[in-house]
């Protein structure tokens, strides 16, 4: 998809801080929506740290970081505990908001075929526009990836 900016989907899902964040809700301030396949796997891991390590500026930007998995709100609180998270985590066990926004696809593994997220990243601006988008990510360097542009916004 390269129609860009185009309108974000709309969702509601629920974080890890007891919060329901929406796009309505989410509306006058720019975010990073990282989808991710599973809490405490090693991809999963490595990128929410990546985004974690980077907090700080992304909050000085304004930006505000959101990880989105299936993983339930108490899988993500001891994701969170146990790597020293401090992006927010929503859980969308009913992959409403992963097919609105396409990561929700067929994969293959070890010969089976299977749905699951695709790794994804989508930068929104603070009307609510996707002005960038990562499909297929790539762990390593993907969050500086994201920090640069959401510097451009």
């Not at 339930?72 to 969170?80: C, I």
């Not at 097919?99 to 067929?106: D, K, R």
């Not at 075929?113 to 609510?128: K, W, Y």
Request: with cysteine; hydrophobic share 40%; glycine share 10%.
């Amino acid at each position: 998809m390269t129609d860009l900016p185009r309108p974000a989907p709309e969702f509601s899902l629920p974080g890890d801080d007891g919060t329901t964040y929406s796009l309505a809700g989410l509306k006058g301030t720019p975010f990073v929506l990282f989808f991710y396949p599973r809490d405490n796997t090693s991809g999963c891991t490595k990128e929410a740290i990546g985004f974690s390590t980077l907090k700080s500026e992304f909050d000085a930007l304004g930006v505000k970081l959101f990880g989105v998995s299936k993983d339930s709100l108490a899988s993500h609180e001891k994701f969170r505990a146990k790597q020293g998270l401090t992006t927010g985590l929503l859980s969308d066990e009913d992959s409403d908001a992963c097919e609105a926004f396409g990561v929700w696809q067929e994969k293959k593994m070890y010969g089976k075929t299977f749905f699951g997220i695709v790794r994804s990243t989508f930068l929104i601006d603070a009307a609510g526009q996707i002005v960038r988008e990562w499909r297929k990510v790539k762990v390593d360097g993907h969050a500086e990836d994201v920090l640069a542009a959401a510097r451009d916004l």
